[in-house]
């Protein structure tokens, strides 16, 4: 995840940042710990960042047996223990995210979309909409 907090632009607050590698690495590591097929070794997984002058979006693409995203999402804590060492990953996206989503493609692949805003623009996210879909 080196290369990814040094794609920081300079005009993205240091704090918004930092929230946007915690969410990557959180879905990068949920992928690599839960996508695994039956052969219980590691799938193929991508990663694609779009970085906008008012948002960022991150893709977690892998070819694991997927998960339903609707049911887990429902079923997120109120608030989970600080020092927890697993079953926080999609908690801390949720609270980090402007928008997260979860889909599995025609080809068998999950992708796992997080994006987050830092500046207000017209194409800001309605806070009546739900945040994943």
């Not at 796992?112 to 909409?129: R, Y």
Request: net charge negative.
């Amino acid at each position: 995840m080196h290369w990814f907090s040094r794609c920081q632009p300079s005009s993205v607050d240091k704090g918004i940042w930092a929230a946007c590698i915690t969410a990557m690495g959180e879905a990068f590591e949920n992928t690599i710990y839960h996508a695994k097929g039956p052969s219980e070794t590691v799938n193929t997984t991508r990663v694609e960042v779009t970085i906008t002058t008012c948002m960022i979006q991150m893709c977690v693409w892998d070819s694991g047996p997927g998960f339903n995203f609707d049911q887990r999402m429902k079923a997120l804590p109120k608030s989970v223990p600080l020092y927890a060492e697993k079953g926080r990953g999609l908690w801390i996206i949720d609270h980090i995210a402007d928008y997260v989503n979860y889909c599995q493609t025609d080809n068998q692949l999950n992708c796992f979309t997080i994006q987050k805003k830092w500046s207000l623009s017209e194409d800001t996210v309605d806070e009546n909409e739900p945040k994943y879909q």
